[in-house]
């Protein structure tokens, strides 16, 4: 398995300190986040990151929104590094959903965003990355959900810091159905939507049983 799928986007980062830290992270990360869908039925994410690997095509298109709101609101240094690494991780926890397999529970599903910290890398790297740095990390990750976050972590949207407020908004904007980046359908995360139909007579994907 590919796990330096997002070595462009940690590049983005330019703290060596933080950028160590979010790459030997993913290398931690179960192997859901590197082959898992966005979404299961469709619902609330575009058609591309709703089938195998599609969860990393939405953290590609969160990137590529939370790198333009960067741009657009002035945030530079070690704060944009900081919003770039949360971005990345932000769903490294997530899990298939209790309709994917009945072995999960709707808690863990609805919980990766607490979840996350559970593969933060090591003593040593999160010590290298400071406690300030590393709280806003996890902060971001654990909010980015906004208004759907877990409610055993819940807060007013107008209590956000400008950091988590920055990530949330681009993982919301992220899940926008006729939003088209230029990501949706990156080398080496082949589109497995481009199959043809099952039969003459189904609208569904004859490989991921989508309706296309």
């Not at 089938?51 to 002035?74: E, Q």
């Not at 681009?170 to 082949?190: C, F, Q, R, S, W």
Request: hydrophobic share 30%; with cysteine; glycine share 6%.
């Amino acid at each position: 398995m590919n796990k330096n799928i997002l070595e462009k986007e940690i590049n983005l980062i330019q703290d060596s300190t933080i950028k160590e830290f979010t790459k030997k992270t993913l290398s931690n990360t179960p192997d859901y986040f590197f082959v898992g869908m966005a979404s299961s039925t469709g619902k609330y994410h575009p058609q591309c990151t709703c089938r195998k690997s599609g969860l990393l095509i939405h953290v590609k298109r969160a990137i590529y929104t939370v790198n333009r709101l960067c741009d657009g609101w002035g945030i530079k240094g070690i704060d944009r590094d900081i919003v770039l690494s949360a971005t990345i991780l932000h769903d490294i926890a997530k899990v298939p959903s209790p309709k994917e397999n009945s072995k999960i529970t709707y808690t863990d599903y609805e919980n990766h965003p607490i979840n996350a910290e559970k593969y933060w890398f090591g003593e040593k790297e999160t010590i290298m990355l400071g406690i300030d740095n590393l709280a806003k990390i996890t902060n971001c990750i654990r909010y980015h959900m906004g208004l759907w976050t877990p409610q055993s972590i819940k807060k007013e949207i107008k209590d956000y810091t400008l950091l988590e407020l920055i990530v949330y908004t681009a993982d919301y904007i992220a899940t926008t159905k006729d939003l088209i980046t230029p990501v949706d359908n990156t080398d080496g995360i082949p589109c497995q939507c481009e199959n043809p139909l099952e039969n003459e007579l189904s609208s569904k994907c004859g490989n991921c049983g989508l309706e296309i």
